[in-house]
């Protein structure tokens, strides 16, 4: 019986210092004095292709403020219902807005309205711009109403440093023929290809084997494969 273990390598939580911005610098930085305000400001959201950053930024956000001993609250589309509300959050976050069903768009409203009443900061993230999202009038005017940045995918050697950097954290050596095999034949959006780096840590555990093509192939054609990959650095 083939046996199963837990990978074994750490997993850096998100932060700024571990964000890599490229073409996104600018909107760190403003992401990060939005979050520094002394008083709550206008509510922001990030929008762009799966991969580009957005949640890993929001992770940081709320990883910033949580050093700070502030609480906060994370809500997407997964989340279950009913969504409740603290007076004590600092910040309340909704990823996936794309992916809201009309009770979650209820439930959003209703959190950004009770968050613009007691001054606690609101932010949220979805694929498209406000005024594309397939949500509800309400609240999609209510998302283009404060901060709107766009994020863009990195490069190619951005996206290289990105997994090298996150395999060095796994303890992983990650040759650049299993780089160049990925991204020829995987989407190149790290949405995509930072859960598959942890899909095929724990594949190698399980064979007893290192990271190399022909691993990569084996788990690629596994009919199984979409139970591999996790969230731990989702879009």
Same mark, same amino acid.
């Given at each position: ?15 700024? !210092? ?6 996104? %610098? #600018?909107?760190? $930085? ?6 520094? +305000? *002394? &008083? ?54 909704? !990823? ?6 009309? %009770? #979650?768009?209820? $439930? ?6 009770? +968050? *613009? &009443? ?118």
């Amino acid at each position: 019986m083939q046996q199963i273990p837990l990978a074994i390598g750490p997993v850096a939580e998100p932060t700024f !210092d571990n964000y890599l911005p490229g073409p996104n %610098a #600018a909107a760190c $930085a403003e992401l990060q004095a939005w979050a520094a +305000a *002394a &008083a709550a400001s206008a509510p922001l959201y990030l929008w762009g292709p799966a991969g580009s950053g957005k949640t890993h930024l929001l992770r940081a956000l709320g990883q910033q403020l949580h050093a700070a001993n502030a609480e906060l609250a994370w809500f997407d589309a997964n989340t279950p219902q009913p969504w409740y509300w603290s007076p004590h959050w600092r910040l309340v976050v909704v !990823d996936h807005c794309d992916a809201l069903d009309a %009770a #979650a768009q209820h $439930a959003a409203f209703t959190l950004f309205v009770e +968050a *613009a &009443a007691h001054g606690t900061l609101f932010a949220a993230a979805g694929r498209v711009p406000p005024i594309d999202l397939p949500l509800r009038d309400d609240l999609k005017s209510r998302l283009a109403w404060g901060h709107v940045l766009a994020l863009q995918p990195l490069a190619d050697a951005e996206t290289r440093a990105v997994l090298r950097r996150h395999a060095s954290e796994r303890g992983l050596l990650l040759p650049d023929e299993v780089l160049d095999y990925l991204l020829a034949r995987v989407d190149r959006d790290l949405g995509t290809l930072m859960p598959l780096l942890n899909a095929l840590d724990r594949y190698g555990l399980a064979q007893g084997r290192h990271i190399t093509v022909p691993l990569v192939r084996n788990l690629l054609a596994e009919p199984e494969r979409a139970a591999w990959p996790d969230a731990t650095h989702p879009a």
